[in-house]
Antibody
Framework: QLQLQESGPGLVKPSETLSLTCTVS??????????WGWIRQPPGKGLEWIGS???????YYNPSLKSRVTISVDTSKNQFSLRLSSVTAAETAVYYC??????????WGQGTLVTVSS | IVLTQSPGTLSLSPGERATLSCRAS???????LAWYQQKPGQAPRLIIY???SRATGIPDRISGSGSGTDFTLTISRLEPEDFAVYYC?????????FGQGTNVEIK
């Protein structure tokens, strides 16, 4: 069974870049069966898909964020990462990483709260 | 594709039947629709994919149905562990989108 764990700073200043890493255990990130994705949830609100990546490096981003998002994969460390530039306070949220099989997220990390504040 | 879930809140008692709706602004291709359950302080949990396929470990009192623009999640007899927020998600068209959620609360 896959396990995913997010890591990264819990506080980011406005206009700076948010960087998170997801470490995958219990399986290989190079598996052809999965995409790997990031989803966020502002406090008390709903879910928003940020983007996803295949082990080969092919990426798919939410067009609303595309100009500011980079998702990358490090197969040697069994990790994938999120970078979101020029963040604002409205992007304070719990950020989840997940494994995506066919488009649905079957395994999720526990989530990490990132607060955007000076 | 915008997904609209109704009702926003469903107040029911254990043992009752819950019917949750997810309506799409456009046809969801190939019934590429999933449902998730989320409890406070926890990550969402996949319960249904491809509109009607149960995820691993999901009991058969929970079922999904629908196609096109109208989808339904049904819980035939609510158990205490079923009280939670439920989200639908479509993955037939980019960007993948979620509904705003239905809160199933104890009456």
């Amino acid at each position: 069974q896959l396990q995913l764990q997010e890591s990264g700073p819990g506080l980011v200043k406005p206009s700076e870049t948010l960087s998170l890493t997801c470490t995958v255990s219990g399986g290989s990130i190079s598996s052809s069966s999965y995409y790997w994705g990031w989803i966020r949830q502002p406090p008390g609100k709903g879910l928003e898909w940020i983007g996803s990546i295949y082990y080969s490096g092919n990426t798919y981003y939410n067009p609303s964020l595309k100009s500011r998002v980079t998702i990358s994969v490090d197969t040697s460390k069994n990790q994938f990462s999120l970078r979101l530039s020029s963040v604002t306070a409205a992007e304070t949220a719990v950020y989840y990483c997940a494994s995506l099989k066919g488009g649905w997220a079957d395994y999720w990390g526990q989530g990490t709260l990132v607060t955007v504040s000076s | 594709i915008v997904l609209t879930q109704s009702p926003g809140t469903l107040s029911l008692s254990p043992g009752e039947r819950a019917t949750l709706s997810c309506r799409a602004s456009q046809t969801v291709s190939s019934s590429y629709l999933a449902w998730y359950q989320q409890k406070p302080g926890q990550a969402p949990r996949l319960i249904i994919y491809d509109a009607s396929s149960r995820a691993t470990g999901i009991p058969d009192r929970i079922s999904g149905s629908g196609s096109g623009t109208d989808f339904t999640l049904t819980i035939s007899r609510l158990e205490p562990e079923d009280f939670a927020v439920y989200y639908c998600q479509q993955y037939g068209s980019s960007p993948w989108t979620f509904g705003q959620g239905t809160n199933v609360e104890i009456k």
